[in-house]
């Protein structure tokens, strides 16, 4: 990769470094940028331990970082709350790491992730679609503004997976701010194009 992804690790190390002041029980981790799609398996085999007591297996993915700073502070505290019950021996996660159970929202919730009330169980996937609440924005507002900075020096040069490449034509889901969100599903290219703002709330999707 031409460009060092150096100023997103340090942005993502900072992050890291401020969500373990917050819960102390979360292991340091060594994370990774990929140009494949994010998994949809979370369950607790891909956590190995280092030497130095760091955390492998954190990968930031392609697809995340093009949706954004608020979609990459998500996927970090999410998989942050799976670490957390990793690092507890609490299984939260069923049918090979899709089905999020119970105790991953309860873990979530301590990393600033919520999951909307009286929103139902998705169907094979459980409790997964948890969300920023306005204090973990507020709360990362730095970390934020260090990703926007950061995500678009790096993702110029990574290699996205395309249709001839992966077999299929990759596709985000963009959702909005409303309560119930609404959302869509949409290829990587056309959501890079520009912002799409919800005509109800008036915020981009994301």
């Given at each position: 990769m031409p460009t060092s992804p150096g100023p997103l690790l340090a942005a993502l190390d900072v992050l890291w470094g401020?969500?373990?002041d917050e819960v102390p029980e979360l292991p340091p981790i060594r994370p990774t940028i990929s140009p494949t799609p994010r998994r949809r398996d979370h369950g607790p085999e891909r956590w190995t331990t280092d030497?130095?007591?760091?955390?492998?297996?954190?990968v930031v993915s392609a697809d995340v970082l093009q949706a954004g700073s608020e979609a990459t502070l998500t996927m970090m505290l999410h998989d942050a709350a799976?670490?957390?019950?990793?690092?507890?021996?609490?299984?939260?996660?069923?049918?090979?790491?899709?089905?999020?159970?119970?105790?991953?929202?309860?873990?979530?919730?301590e990393v600033g992730l919520r999951w909307p009330p009286g929103?139902?169980?998705?169907?094979?996937?459980?409790?997964?679609?948890?969300?920023?609440?306005?204090?973990?924005?507020?709360?990362?507002?730095?970390?934020?503004?260090?990703?926007?900075?950061?995500?678009?020096?790096?993702?110029?040069?990574?290699?996205l997976p395309t249709s001839s490449s992966a077999g299929r034509v990759d596709r985000?889901?963009?959702?909005?701010?409303?309560?119930?969100?609404?959302?869509f599903r949409i290829s990587q290219t056309v959501a890079a194009a520009g912002p799409i703002i919800c005509g109800v709330c008036g915020k981009p999707f994301a």
């Open positions: 401020r969500l373990r030497d130095a007591g760091s955390v492998s297996g954190f799976h670490l957390l019950n990793w690092s507890r021996s609490i299984a939260d996660t069923t049918m090979r790491g899709v089905y999020h159970n119970q105790a991953f929202v309860t873990a979530a919730d929103q139902h169980r998705i169907q094979g996937r459980g409790y997964d679609d948890v969300r920023l609440t306005d204090e973990t924005r507020a709360r990362h507002i730095a970390d934020l503004t260090a990703l926007d900075e950061a995500i678009p020096l790096v993702l110029p040069h990574l290699n985000l889901t963009l959702r909005c701010k409303c309560e119930p969100a609404r959302s």
